[in-house]
């Protein structure tokens, strides 16, 4: 069984740029979340994604967008960055049911800096 | 909207002693409260969750109480030890039903010094 694992680690980007982080699910699990936390903060809710489609959105612009495959693996894109959105980008998977339903397993997150 | 308020937000320990984190939320429909710890630079590991059903909850030396009708529930950490030193969040699930989102609490240093 892996974990969830996502890419890049770390990336430098700057203001007005567009980017693209990428996570591969746990196996076992059909749902991804997405999740920005800024640094000394709690994670943020983003949005989800269950089979292929956007199921739930935290308070984002439009400009945050995402895609979920089918083997589920997910792709959260930002649009015109801004130096607000200097965060730690964490992605997360869980499954929609079952003993182990609401059950997130995160992955190692992807440091996002925008100068 | 929804929220979690997280108390302290920095705590200090001798090894051994004992450690209280809080949690009150807002919505009274939530039905599922997970604790992360999160070290520095890592990724947050879920430690222990308590489901609306239940009142308390027992791993080794962690316990989770939930309060329904106060929507109020506490992390306790038992003999401590440098290791447990990391942030610790809390979080819930608010109605609704999606099953990827938590209201995450602002979180607690916990420093355990040996």
């Known amino acids: 069984e892996t974990g969830v694992t996502q890419s890049p680690t770390h990336l430098i980007k700057t203001r007005g740029q567009q980017v693209t982080l990428r996570c591969s699910s746990q196996s076992g699990h059909n749902t991804v979340s997405w999740y920005q936390q800024a640094l000394g903060q709690g994670p943020q809710f983003i949005f989800q994604?269950?089979?292929?489609?956007?199921?739930g959105r935290g308070n984002f612009p439009p400009r945050f967008s995402g895609l979920q495959f089918p083997n589920y693996s997910s792709e959260l894109n930002v649009n015109a960055l801004e130096l607000d959105d200097s965060a730690l980008y964490l992605c997360a998977s869980s499954s929609v049911q079952g003993s182990g339903a609401n059950v997130l397993t995160f992955g190692a997150g992807s440091r996002l800096t925008v100068l | 909207g929804e929220n979690v308020e997280q108390h302290p937000s920095t705590l200090s320990v001798q090894e051994g002693d004992s450690a209280v984190i809080k949690c009150t939320y807002s919505d009274s429909a939530s039905n599922y409260f997970p604790w992360y710890k999160q070290e520095l630079g890592k990724r947050p590991q879920l430690i222990i969750d308590i489901r609306s059903n239940v009142g308390e909850k027992k791993d080794q030396r962690i316990a989770v109480t939930l309060n329904k009708t106060a929507k109020h529930f506490s992390l306790h950490i038992t003999e401590t030890q440098p290791e447990d030193s990391a942030v610790y969040f809390c979080a819930a699930i608010p109605s609704g039903g999606n099953t990827g989102k938590l209201i995450f609490g602002q979180g607690t240093t916990l420093q355990v010094k040996p």
């Open positions: 994604y269950y089979r292929e489609e956007e199921n």
